[in-house]
């Protein structure tokens, strides 16, 4: 009871700093039941759960590939184990404990990718220059991730095996896999060009990406049988150890482009084009004579003939001159002609009188 007495005080203290009522109004019907605190600005949002370290990332892919490996541990050291422990059978700790541990880990990374991809597709689809609606990617993932996370504690694509194989009598493999692994093929193969073409501006995503597709692809050839005969003692633990180490990267390259898309919507990324850096400029050297008249002595001997102006003007005359005109005639005629005695008396008196 005193707990609770104090509980109350504090409560009640809470309400009245945070909204300024007296004790009275603190035990008002109309009042209000939360303080301040509990607003909703208050509290994280839900983009604020997205790791923003590259700690974060690298600890999850480390937590992945610890577990892929103490359950690969377990399964080929389970006879030794259970020697030492009574009443324990090597099957036990391999179909219970290596692959219950490997099942939950994997089932709880496809729980989170699907998370992720829910998150990142209500930001994506508000994106104004996404045209050809690359987001919608995101609620496939979401799906196929949620799907494997179920068929990773409930092994359905084993009962698919089982049920098509007694139907039509056929199998390719002795233990039919191909039943589930090609539609799981060409499904996953779909989502994963088209998740390719979303995260190629994050080159971190990408990366991370195909490494798990390469685990994904190692495990289909250790379930196929398709490794050499040195490593086929290990094919049987990369089967069931390389799933959860793909999908640990996975989960990563979901956590990294969650953190992109978060700092994109937020306009923290720079997207401007890189700058071509300036070529300098070529300055040229002045030629010397000397090499000049080395390279070229017969040219530089000989100096180039310039032509006098009088002789560009020359044929323009010529060809004035040998134009007919009126007034050239008369006045040629004029200047012919012989001057009369009056003339020339007149020309003499203008002499003399100068």
Sequence with gaps: MARVGRRRRVLNDEVRSAAGATAYEAFDPDAPRYGEQANI????????????RKLAVLSTILTGIGTAAAAAAITHFADPIANKLPGVSASDLRDGMSAGVTAWSTAIAMLMIAMLAKLTYSLRRHRVDDYAGRYRVWKWVGCGALAMSVNAVVPLHGLF??????????????SGVEWWLAPLALVGGWIFVRLLLEVKESRSTLAILLTGAACYAAATAAVLGFVPAT???????????????????????????????VLDVQGLIDHAPPVAPEKPAVVE???????????????????????????????????????????????DGYDNRKLSKADKKRLRRQNRAA
């Design 41 to 52: 600005e208050n509290h994280p949002q839900v983009t604020d759960l997205i790791p923003r």
């Design 231 to 261: 490593a086929a003692a290990w094919a049987g633990i990369a089967a069931s150890a390389l799933p959860l180490v793909g999908a640990t990267f996975c989960l990563a390259a979901a956590m990294v482009f969650a953190r992109y898309v």
């Design 161 to 174: 095996v089982k049920c098509a194989v007694a139907a039509t009598g056929w199998s390719l493999t002795t």
């Design 285 to 331: 050297k002045e030629k010397k004579p000397a090499a000049v008249a080395t390279s070229t002595p017969a040219a530089a001997a000989a100096p180039a003939p310039v032509k006098p102006v009088a002789a560009k003007a020359a044929p323009q005359v010529e060809a004035q001159d040998d134009e007919w005109s009126d007034e050239d005639e008369d006045e």
